[in-house]
């Protein structure tokens, strides 16, 4: 029906894997907009200035105005299958403990950061709801929300943080 929220399930599933190699994106930080995609090590803001927001920036054009925000693609497994899911911003954070932006600047100190937090996900328990794309375009159900199972749970950035100590 024309208007319903998309169709929600919530299961138990276990982590099978991660998706290391991009773990974020970058949005504008006023609209949030996705911005267009730029080498990583550009700190250069003009390659990452919101068409729709540039003209706000118009009297400051060296200030920042983009940020970064999770976008995860992680196997999980039911007791029924296994399938790709995305994990998106306010989910991820549940898992992470930190934003984007700060585990990316973690993660240029400790260049095997994202490929550890992969490693360190594999496995868990979840209880995560899912639900059907809102673009008719996407190829997987997105995690609405999470909840980690484990009672000793702890978020990947505090394992990173003692692990790189």
Same mark, same amino acid.
């Given at each position: 029906?024309?208007?319903?929220?998309?169709?929600?399930?919530?299961?138990?599933c276990t982590v099978v894997?991660?998706?290391?190699?991009?773990?974020?994106?970058?949005? +504008?930080?006023?609209?949030?907009?996705?911005?267009?995609?730029?080498?990583?090590?550009?700190?250069?803001?003009?390659?990452?200035?919101?068409?729709?927001?540039?003209?706000?920036?118009?009297?400051?054009?060296?200030?920042?105005?983009?940020?970064?925000?999770?976008?995860?693609?992680?196997?999980?497994?039911?007791?029924?299958?296994?399938?790709?899911?995305?994990?998106?911003?306010?989910?991820?954070?549940?898992?992470?403990? +930190?934003?984007?932006?700060?585990?990316?600047?973690?993660?240029?100190?400790?260049?095997?950061?994202?490929?550890?937090?992969?490693?360190?996900?594999?496995?868990?328990?979840?209880?995560?709801?899912?639900?059907?794309?809102?673009?008719?375009?996407?190829?997987?159900?997105?995690?609405?929300?999470?909840?980690?199972?484990?009672?000793?749970?702890?978020?990947?950035?505090?394992?990173?943080?003692?692990?790189?100590?």
């Open positions: 029906m024309e208007g319903d929220k998309p169709l929600t399930v919530t299961l138990m894997a991660v998706d290391h190699t991009q773990l974020c994106y970058r949005v +504008c930080s006023r609209c949030e907009k996705t911005l267009p995609q730029t080498h990583e090590n550009n700190t250069s803001s003009s390659s990452s200035v919101c068409k729709y927001c540039n003209f706000n920036n118009a009297f400051n054009p060296l200030s920042s105005n983009s940020k970064r925000l999770f976008r995860i693609l992680m196997s999980i497994a039911s007791d029924t299958k296994v399938f790709v899911v995305v994990m998106f911003d306010r989910a991820a954070r549940v898992l992470f403990g +930190c934003s984007a932006d700060e585990f990316f600047d973690f993660a240029k100190i400790h260049p095997f950061a994202a490929e550890n937090a992969a490693k360190a996900l594999e496995g868990e328990m979840l209880r995560v709801t899912l639900s059907e794309p809102k673009n008719g375009n996407a190829q997987h159900q997105r995690v609405v929300s999470v909840v980690p199972l484990r009672s000793g749970f702890r978020p990947v950035i505090e394992i990173l943080r003692e692990l790189y100590a």
